[in-house]
């Protein structure tokens, strides 16, 4: 009997994940069975056994690859070290979040909204999974949010910004605000525009954004 390389066993895995990120496609994470991916790859249970022993293990993976392709921190690194002010980093800031969620693909805002979903209906489920990520495969968003935060207060110490209120607070401010704009902008995108006649510009959400978070940070 042949030896099973590595390499194919990594190009199953992908046939499998691929197969996966279809179906989120077109029902929910939380509806999504062993039997849609066998359906999608035309591979028996059998063979999906062999690498996965259940529905969340696939979807573990499905999301460490989709957050292995996204990388925020680096970009907003580059953004402090050539802004000359606070200022400056969160326009910019706010500049490269409307720019990375254009380059997003449909399929992967789906997911995440999906991955929501799974939240508020099975909470131990999602923190299962997000437990049994690597710090390298979770959200890259959550990432930069604890980057923001840093650099935040470091300001604060420093006596450079005096918010009227907590780093934390801002931060929760800018998740709800970026995740509000995602979830519109995937709405809008899914319905041909229906929902705000084609008008909804995230850039211009975001550029608002950027306004509203100076007032808060400059107090």
Known sequence: MPKVTEEYIAKKKKEIIDAAYQVCLEKPITDIVLQDITDKTGFSHGVIYKYYKDIDEVIHDLVASINSDFSYVDKWEKICKESKD??????????????????????????????????MSDPDRIVSL????KDEEKSPFIALLRSIKEY????????????????????????ASVRGIQQVY????????????????PGKMFNMLSDSLIGIIGG
């Open 152 to 175: 935040l207060d470091e300001l604060i110490g420093n006596g450079v910004i005096h918010p009227s209120v907590t780093s934390d607070e801002i931060l929760q401010y800018l998740y």
């Open 130 to 133: 997000e437990a049994s990520l």
């Open 186 to 201: 995937l709405i809008n995108e899914c319905t041909g525009g229906r929902v705000f006649n084609k008008s909804f510009d």
């Open 86 to 119: 606070w200022q400056t980093v969160v326009r910019k800031t706010c500049q490269m979040g409307s720019e990375l969620l254009l380059k997003m693909d449909i399929g992967t805002l789906k997911i995440s909204a999906y991955a929501d979903v799974l939240a």
